[in-house]
């Protein structure tokens, strides 16, 4: 069943364009309610969490407005990384927990991402059946007056996630004489991040921290690390992180200002892990994103690479589904399932100063894991509304691109869960691969005009 509101990653758009408005919102917040309030007769209760987006605020009101008209208190934390809120909605017990964010996307988007009272995101079949409520008559789940849900705000959940976060590293784990830039995005960890390294002992230095509402991942962040490694060089810095704006992903600078995506992260904590014992069922789980690279060292180690669908919510379920605690995304979601039930940048970028710091050196040998294969990405934009990829000449192209490859590389043609965009990539040598990913680029842009 094709979805109508919700993507690879919650409801996600243009805010005040559908699906992204306040009356979605509400609407959402009332379908949820009912939904999660069959799991029994005792009082309910959703913590909501925000980035710093300005429309944040109408969305929040909104949520608020069709949770408490259903009968469920609501716990208010303001700005806070998305695994925070996923941390939290366990440890205050709450029925479901709410993130308002786009994530890595501009300001003018925003979304609403739902999780469980597990702290994992929602199954495909929780969203379909939240989605057939949303369009129903909601009426008959409106509280009675005396059942209305409260409101309130906590000012606390920050130091609580910075204490959850700092708990992922041995106690005796100092960062003393290391200088770190911390690139916040403006984003939700605007605060957080510097606190957590710099209460471990590291010489922080944070840029693009200042949030107003609007600069989001704006040039910066992990979306925009050139800003990051510019940073670690002018500041003689060992080692630069790069949030996003919701501090779910994590994109790394050695001391050299070279960027290290998320493939080269899950590599050396796979490795690491290793050789401590900790990697469970020798395996870990990437996305078809992740370069052919990645899963050839792995392979000469011993360990096995397994590929789920793009998104840290399918790396997530296959994680799971298959006993592995370490998966990810080359785009820097490390989810570390000992610590956290979602991607959390922090905890990923402290894993690797640990190793940096058991092992010694520089930043630029350990962060140096695999020699990456040639790879090339290219976005088409399309109207939203629009389908190319069922166009019978873009499946021609398809299939033209994949003879080049001739069996030697890889080709990856998919529709963004989170934009209107079609994705394609390919590995293998460096002159055919450009001509592959042109060969399709080419009858997308043709079938979307």
């Known amino acids: 069943m094709t979805k109508r509101y919700f993507g690879t990653d919650g409801v996600r758009g243009t805010i005040n364009q559908f699906p992204m408005t306040a009356e979605t919102a509400l609407r959402l917040g009332l379908a949820s309610a009912r939904y999660f309030r069959r799991a029994g007769g005792h009082r309910h209760s959703v913590v909501i969490g925000k980035d710093t987006r300005l429309s944040g605020y109408a969305l929040e009101a909104a949520l608020v407005a069709g949770f408490t008209s259903a009968g469920m208190d609501v716990v208010q934390f303001g700005p806070l990384p998305t695994p925070g809120v996923a941390m939290l909605t366990r440890s205050l017990r709450a029925d479901m927990g709410v993130m308002i964010t786009a994530s890595h996307n501009p300001y003018h988007d925003n979304g609403i991402k739902l999780f469980g009272p597990d702290g994992y995101k929602l199954p495909d079949s929780a969203e379909i059946e939240i989605e057939s409520l949303i369009d129903s008559d909601l009426t008959d789940g409106l509280a009675d007056p005396r059942d209305m849900g409260r409101a309130r705000r906590i000012d606390e959940s920050e130091a609580r996630y910075v204490e959850i976060v700092k708990a992922t590293v041995p106690r005796q784990l100092r960062l003393s004489g ?32 200042a949030p107003d509402g609007f600069n989001i991942n704006d040039g910066c962040g992990a979306v925009h690390p050139e800003g990051l490694a510019d940073a670690v060089r002018r500041f003689r810095a060992d080692i630069g992180v790069a949030l996003d704006g919701d501090a779910d992903r994590v994109i790394l600078s050695d001391e050299t200002g070279r960027v290290v995506d998320g493939d080269q992260i899950l590599g050396l904590i796979a ?18 994103m992740s370069n052919l690279g990645l899963e050839r060292k792995l392979e000469t180690a011993g360990l096995k690479l ?44 402290l894993q690797v100063m640990a190793l940096l710091i ?22 088409v934009r399309f109207e939203t509304g629009a389908d190319p990829m069922s166009a019978g000449p873009v499946q021609d192209a398809i299939a033209k ?47 979307a005009a």
């Not at 605060?191 to 693009?208: M, Q, R, S, T, Y």
């Not at 490795?271 to 078809?288: E, I």
């Not at 010694?360 to 090339?376: H, T």
């Not at 030697?408 to 998919?414: A, F, I, P, Y």
Request: glycine content about 12%; proline content about 3%; overall charge neutral.
């Open 358 to 379: 058991e092992q010694g050196g520089k930043a630029s040998r350990l962060l140096n894991v695999f020699e990456p294969v040639p790879q090339l990405l290219r976005n």
């Open 306 to 349: 397994e590929r789920a669908k793009v998104g840290d919510r399918y790396v997530v379920e296959a994680m799971r589904a298959g006993g592995a605690n370490l998966g990810g995304e080359a785009s820097g979601h490390i989810v570390l399932s000992d610590f956290a039930t979602t991607g959390d940048g922090l905890i990923a970028a």
């Open 178 to 209: 290391l200088r770190v830039v911390v690139d916040c995005a403006n984003g939700a960890a605007y605060k957080a991040a510097p606190k957590v390294f710099w209460e471990l002992g590291a010489d922080v230095i944070p840029i693009n921290n």
């Open 401 to 447: 691109a994949e003879a080049l490859l001739d069996g030697k590389g890889r080709l990856l043609v998919r529709k963004s869960g989170t934009e209107p965009l079609i994705r394609v990539m390919a590995e293998g040598e460096a002159d055919v691969i450009e001509q592959a990913v042109e060969t399709v680029c080419d009858a997308v842009r043709k079938a």
């Open 271 to 288: 490795l690491g892990w290793k050789r401590s014992g900790r990697l469970a069922n020798g395996h870990v789980v990437a996305t078809q």
